[in-house]
């Protein structure tokens, strides 16, 4: 106490000096305000000057805290001696050095200055800092800083109503609460709705603050948001941010968003299609889709508009239709039931289910006469435009439902399919299908004449085909003809061919006739033997005018015919056979006039077959009334 006491009595000695010497005085200045974290290290510093001579300079450090409110001394020095004080809260944490600054320059002395440094400061250092100077007889004075400290807030934390909120209740609803914990000073809180600041106003928003300060002398807030919420806020995102001061400047920190459940009644419930798209077909499955504008989702009921007392299993919101028929077609309801008004709503679909049927094709006979016209219908009966194509072979032949065939030829004879295609539906699909045959006179194909050269003592091969229906029967003649092997043999429904072989011994004319039911054709084959010794037994083939083909016309005359033709045959078989008896048939003969330069022994044979075969097509022109050339088939 003695080292205290004593500096006291200086400066009651120089106090009564100081009076008596006006003049002398010190100024002091210190900056207003210090502002610095809490833990961080506050620097304040006293800056004195004294107009006259000094001798002794005392300085006192005095703190006014903010809530203590007493003026405490916390340090002493008056140069040789330092004290600082004990049990101040400062003891231990405070330094103080002295130093010269370089000269005011309005300053009319040197200029001193000490430093306070304060470490790890605490929050109730928050206070003035006084510091007195006192020079004795050159005056005494003292100046002040205010200190200032602060802790940033924890990041604000949010937390959003889970439960849904009914849209236009009468009062606002609770929608977050907002917690900043631990700032100095207090830190604000704002709300905001998407982007714009959220206030108090009377109906639509109530902002309630609760600040609490903890045992460490730092604030809690606490905001709780009420708001009305309408339909339209169910997106609206919701944030809270922070606000707090920091040395020099303000901070802000915002929270997560946090959205909002809305329960809003259903005013519209509708039906969408949902698969497939476009049309639907027969077969089809249908995925139908309630959908209403109110959340939660109200139950949803499928029916019918013409079965209005019996529901449709739909499962939730979606009617699932498989295997739709036509008869699924018609106007589907989809019902709502508000749970609190008892409110029904209702929306429709009205579902087309496109089908086409099985074709049915028509055909009068499927035996048609060559020549003549045949016309076949193919029909489809269906909800959508249609369009009809008709195939033979792979190949389009037609467009249009009626199939129309003129002048009937063997080549038409065939399997004819219909298909029907609906252009807007690709899936319907049917079609149907029809055999037409064409019956007619056989057809021999290469009709003309030909001739042949072989080696004597080969063998040769003569093939005939003939097309025609009923199915054309083969037959050969010719000098010979029953020894005559045949080697092929090939027949269908409407078509026959034939390959004979045989050993070439002489000129000779071979004859292939096709008949059936309706006529005959006959095809002449002109063989003329080349001695072995001649080379290249090449076989040409030449085209002669003299084909025939005979059509019966009315059963009298195909009788007398055949007659005639029985009894010329018999006439040739006779005279054959005579000549062969007595190994005189050497050769076959030909229309053909440059093959028949003949040795006169068998002139007479030449003769006898020309005049035949003359007779024969006069007797045909004569009864048919009209020529005919197998170019005219
Ligand atoms: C301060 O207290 C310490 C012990 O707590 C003591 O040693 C010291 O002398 C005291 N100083 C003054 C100036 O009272
Ligand atoms: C005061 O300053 C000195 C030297 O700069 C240093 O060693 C000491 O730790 C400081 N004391 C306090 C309490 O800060
Ligand atoms: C907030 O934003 C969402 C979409 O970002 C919007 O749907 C909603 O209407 C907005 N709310 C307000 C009140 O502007
Ligand atoms: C907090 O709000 C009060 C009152 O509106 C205002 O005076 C103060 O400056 C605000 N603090 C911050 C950090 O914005
Ligand atoms: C909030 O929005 C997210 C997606 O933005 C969503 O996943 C979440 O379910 C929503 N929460 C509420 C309560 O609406
Ligand atoms: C679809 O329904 C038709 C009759 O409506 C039936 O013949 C057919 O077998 C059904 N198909 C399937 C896959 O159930
Ligand atoms: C579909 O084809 C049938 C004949 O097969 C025809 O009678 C009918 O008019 C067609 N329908 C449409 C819409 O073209
Ligand atoms: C049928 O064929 C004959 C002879 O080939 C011809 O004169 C006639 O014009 C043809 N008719 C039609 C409709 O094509
Ligand atoms: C019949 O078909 C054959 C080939 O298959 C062809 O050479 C001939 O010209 C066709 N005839 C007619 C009349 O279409
Ligand atoms: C005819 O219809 C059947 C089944 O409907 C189909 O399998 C077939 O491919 C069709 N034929 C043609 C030539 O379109
Ligand atoms: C005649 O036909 C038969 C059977 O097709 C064949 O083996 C033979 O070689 C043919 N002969 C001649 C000369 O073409
Ligand atoms: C085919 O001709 C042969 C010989 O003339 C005869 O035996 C047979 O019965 C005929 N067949 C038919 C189907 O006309």
Redesign the pocket.
């Known amino acids: 106490m003695a080292f205290r006491k004593k500096p006291f009595i200086f400066v009651g000695l120089f106090a009564f000096l100081a009076t008596w010497q006006v003049q002398a005085s010190v100024e002091v200045s210190m900056e207003d305000r210090k502002e610095e974290y809490i833990g961080g290290k506050a620097e304040i510093q006293c800056r004195y000057t004294f107009s006259g001579v000094t001798d002794v300079v005392i300085i006192q450090w005095f703190v006014i805290q903010k809530n203590g409110g007493s003026r405490t001394r916390i340090y002493y020095t008056d140069g040789p001696q330092t004290v600082v004080d004990n049990g101040t809260g400062f003891t231990g944490r405070i330094n103080v050095t002295r130093f010269t600054t370089s000269r005011d320059a309005e300053g009319p002395g040197p200029s001193e200055a000490i430093l306070l440094t304060v470490e790890d400061v605490h929050l109730e250092d928050e206070g003035d800092f006084i510091c007195q100077v006192n020079g004795m007889v050159a005056g005494i004075n003292e100046g002040k800083t205010q200190l200032r400290v602060f802790e940033s807030p924890e990041p604000p934390v949010i937390e959003g109503v889970h439960t849904g909120i009914n849209a236009d209740t009468q009062e606002p609803s609770k929608i977050a609460v907002c917690k900043a914990r631990n700032g100095y000073?207090?830190?604000?809180i704002t709300w905001y709705q998407n982007l714009t600041t959220l206030q108090t106003t009377a109906s639509q928003v109530v902002i309630t603050e609760q600040v609490t300060q903890e045992s460490s002398g730092l604030f809690t807030v606490q905001s709780e948001l009420h708001f009305k919420v309408s339909k339209k806020d169910k997106d609206t995102k919701f944030y809270c941010e922070v606000?707090?001061?920091v040395p020099g400047a303000?901070?802000m920190t915002e929270s997560n968003t946090v959205n909002i459940t809305v329960f809003y009644p259903t005013e519209k419930v509708w039906l969408r299609k949902e698969s497939p798209d476009g049309l639907v077909k027969e077969g089809d499955t249908v995925k139908i889709r309630c959908l209403s504008d109110g959340y939660p989702p109200p139950p949803f009921t499928f029916r019918r508009k013409d079965k209005e007392d019996e529901d449709l299993p739909g499962n939730l919101d979606l009617l699932l239709l498989t295997n739709v028929s036509r008869a699924d077609s018609g106007m589907y309801q989809c019902f709502s039931l508000d749970v609190d008004t008892f409110e029904e709503k209702v929306g429709e679909l009205d579902l087309q289910v496109h089908h086409l049927d099985k074709a049915v094709v028509l055909l009068d006979d499927p035996v048609v006469e060559q020549g003549d016209s045949v016309t076949a219908t193919c029909n489809a009966q269906s909800s959508l435009e249609n369009w009809t194509a008709w195939f033979k072979d792979g190949v389009e032949v037609s467009v249009g439902h009626i199939l129309v065939l003129q002048n009937a030829t063997f080549n038409s004879t065939g399997e004819y399919i219909c298909e029907v295609t609906v252009p807007s539906l690709p899936g319907l699909q049917t079609n149907g299908s029809i055999s037409i045959t064409v019956r007619g006179v056989p057809e021999i194909r290469d009709q003309e004449v030909t001739a042949i050269q072989g080696m004597v003592k080969k063998s040769v091969n003569l093939s005939c085909e003939a097309l025609g229906y009923p199915k054309p029967n083969i037959t050969w003649s010719g000098p010979g003809a029953q020894d005559w092997r045949e080697v092929l043999k090939r027949e269908t429904e409407n078509s026959a061919h034939s390959v004979v072989t045989f050993t070439v011994t002489s000129d000779l004319t071979a004859i292939c006739n096709a008949a059936n039911d309706i006529g005959t054709s006959t095809k002449f084959f002109n063989i003329k033997a080349i001695p072995s010794t001649t080379a290249s037994p090449k076989v040409t083939v030449t085209m002669s005018p003299y084909p025939k083909k005979v059509k019966k016309e009315g059963s009298g005359v195909i009788i007398a015919v055949i007659i005639i033709c029985i009894l010329l045959l018999a006439i040739l078989g006779s005279v054959l056979y005579f000549l062969y008896k007595k190994g005189k048939l050497p050769c076959g003969r030909s229309g053909k006039q440059t093959i028949s330069s003949e040795k006169s022994s068998k002139d007479d044979i030449i003769m006898e077959m020309k005049s035949e075969k003359s007779e024969e097509a006069v007797l045909l022109q004569g009864v048919n009334g009209e020529k005919k050339f197998p170019n005219d088939q």
């Open positions: 000073p207090k830190p604000n606000s707090f001061f303000v901070k």
